[in-house]
């Protein structure tokens, strides 16, 4: 047997394999980044309609950046619904969610910055004696060290053909993306609400602009 020969059938061997464990919880850490990405919006949610507290501009832009950094490796989810994702695909979904979780943590921290002198209260609530932005920031940070070690274990992942052989992982992608869709369109009502049919929302918002602007 040549050496080109032998190659060749240990490539089709290591294809049709079975998935391995590191291979479904390369995944399977996909699904758990956007759930939990998702999460926080999540929490958000709870201060803007629960308590009533109105985000501002940059807490929007915030929720933006979480989004943003969900979408790489929910990208990855979708395509591995359709086959083997390839080590680009999975680089290029997790080199994304770092990206926008930087970007993200610093919109955070100059948010923090802005009201780190006192007597400054900072901006709406706190949790745990911590702004929401502050969480933002770590939060940021936390995901931009995940997707890193995501990236880092690439090689632990491969193959990365485990949605097609696992009829739960190919469930469990129809339900973490209809959650990341449902976040990304909710957020986007929740800006409309707030700034109205307006070119600039107000920094510091005390009402839902399109209901008042509609004399509710």
Avoid at 8 to 31: V, Y
Avoid at 71 to 86: D, L, Q
Avoid at 169 to 185: D, E, G, S
Wanted: hydrophobic content about 55%; some cysteine.
């Amino acid at each position: 047997m040549t050496t080109a020969t032998a190659t060749a059938t240990t490539t089709l061997t290591s294809s049709s394999s079975p998935a391995r464990l590191s291979n479904r919880l390369g995944l399977w850490f996909a699904h758990a980044y956007v759930v939990g990405l998702c999460g926080t919006l999540a929490g958000a949610y709870f201060f803007q309609f629960g308590l009533w507290e109105y985000p501002c501009p940059m807490c929007l832009l915030q929720r933006m950046f979480f989004l943003l950094s969900a979408v790489g490796p929910a990208w990855i989810i979708a395509r591995s619904r359709r086959g083997e994702v390839t080590t680009r695909e999975w680089a290029s979904g997790w080199g994304w969610a770092i990206m926008a979780a930087l970007i993200g943590s610093v919109v955070s921290a100059t948010q923090v910055l802005m009201h780190i002198v006192p007597p400054d209260p900072g901006y709406a609530g706190a949790l745990f004696g911590l702004h929401l932005y502050t969480w933002a920031l770590i939060a940021f940070l936390g995901a931009a060290v995940a997707a890193a070690a995501a990236l880092f274990l690439t090689p632990q992942a491969e193959p990365l053909n485990a949605t097609a052989a696992s009829p739960l992982l190919r469930k469990a992608a129809t339900v973490t993306l209809a959650v990341i869709t449902l976040f990304a369109a909710s957020n986007l009502v929740a800006c409309f609400l707030l700034q109205g049919i307006n070119w600039q929302m107000s920094g510091d918002p005390t009402s839902y602009q399109f209901f008042t602007d509609l004399g509710l």
